[in-house]
């Protein structure tokens, strides 16, 4: 029996996740400070300031919190790169980080690193599984109630976690299943796989 790369775009994601917060800790935490979190008060003449609108979803705090983001993205991830292909994948989770820097730098006063947008997209993608032209599914419904209505809540505390890119990730998995699903998106052939948009 071989080992298989089955999910490459989520397992390249894990893995370059995994060597950032190592590489961090042998800098002494210079790595992600500088490259891997976005903040409002990042300086837009410095071109690192680009990169790093959407390379925060590859910076960790400690291994606890990336390992709570990838427990989540490891069980999930691969199902839906499998129904719809890396390309769209890979479209989703850049667009969900890059969205998610530029409104943390533009309206929010805090420092945003981590996959958790990425998870919250992919757990209400997950429950487009299913679904049909004309139909909302209910368990679109109830994942919004409980994920996203607890991070509505939860926003009213003060706490080290940002429920704002869990909700935001939470709203682009919303718009990707919605779009993908009405215009047939299941997985074509990777000769023919197409883009999103």
Not at 18 to 27: E, G, H, K, P, S
Not at 53 to 60: A, D, I, K, R
């Amino acid at each position: 029996m071989k080992l298989q790369y089955n999910s490459p775009v989520i397992l390249t994601f894990t893995l370059i996740s995994t060597a950032v917060l190592a590489i961090d800790y042998v800098t002494a935490h210079f790595l992600i400070t500088n490259f891997f979190t976005v903040s409002s008060s990042m300086s837009m003449w410095n071109p690192i300031s680009y990169f790093r609108l959407f390379s925060h979803v590859f910076g960790h705090a400690d291994w606890g919190h990336l390992l709570s983001n990838f427990s989540f993205i490891l069980l999930i991830g691969p199902l839906l790169e499998e129904k719809y292909g890396s390309k769209i994948m890979m479209e989703m989770m850049f667009i969900t980080a890059l969205l998610t820097g530029i409104i943390t730098l533009i309206f929010m006063n805090m420092t945003l690193l981590g996959a958790s947008g990425i998870v919250f997209m992919l757990i209400l993608l997950s429950s487009f599984a299913n679904f049909k032209a004309g139909r909302i599914p209910i368990t679109f419904l109830l994942i919004v109630l409980l994920y996203i209505g607890k991070e509505v809540a939860n926003s009213f505390t003060q706490d080290s976690i940002s429920q704002f890119a869990h909700i935001f990730g939470g709203i682009c998995g919303g718009i990707f299943g919605f779009i993908i699903n009405k215009s047939g998106g299941e997985k074509k052939p990777i000769a023919e796989e197409s883009s999103m948009f």
